[in-house]
Nanobody
Framework: QVQLVESGGGLVQAGGSLRLSCAAS????????MGWFRQVPGKDREFVAA????????YYADSVKGRFFISRDNAKRTVYLQMNSLKPEDTAVYYC????????????????WGQGTQVTVSS
């Protein structure tokens, strides 16, 4: 089992930056692809970014490409999401998730999920 805990969310003005962290406990995440997702009330959870277990490949949703950057430190069992040039439409609860299969992360079918952290971007 893997437990995931997100942190780093908060209130920020448009154009600002935040860095989210996802700390893992239990089994090491070094063999898991990891991703970040977001959800607003009344809508499905949306894919944001994913990273392979080695960290050598990253993949982003078009809506965040060039503004958000995913990274990981397997020694620290932590995955990060650096969010720059934030927009009000980035407001959501952000979740991290993981799976041993890359495609499951891309398809929002993670085996493990965190509880989420709220990000609010004011205009």
């Amino acid at each position: 089992q893997v437990q995931l805990v997100e942190s780093g969310g908060g209130l920020v003005q448009a154009g600002g930056s935040l860095r989210l962290s996802c700390a893992a406990s239990g089994r090491p995440i070094s063999s898991y692809a990891m991703g970040w997702f977001r959800q607003v009330p009344g809508k499905d959870r949306e894919f944001v970014a994913a990273i392979t277990f080695r960290g050598d490949i990253q993949y982003y949703a078009d809506s965040v490409k060039g503004r958000f950057f995913i990274s990981r430190d397997n020694a620290k069992r932590t995955v990060y999401l650096q969010m720059n040039s934030l927009k009000p439409e980035d407001t959501a609860v952000y979740y991290c998730g993981g799976s041993s299969l890359w495609n499951k992360v891309l398809q929002r079918e993670c085996d493990y999920w965190g509880q989420g952290t709220q990000v609010t971007v004011s205009s």
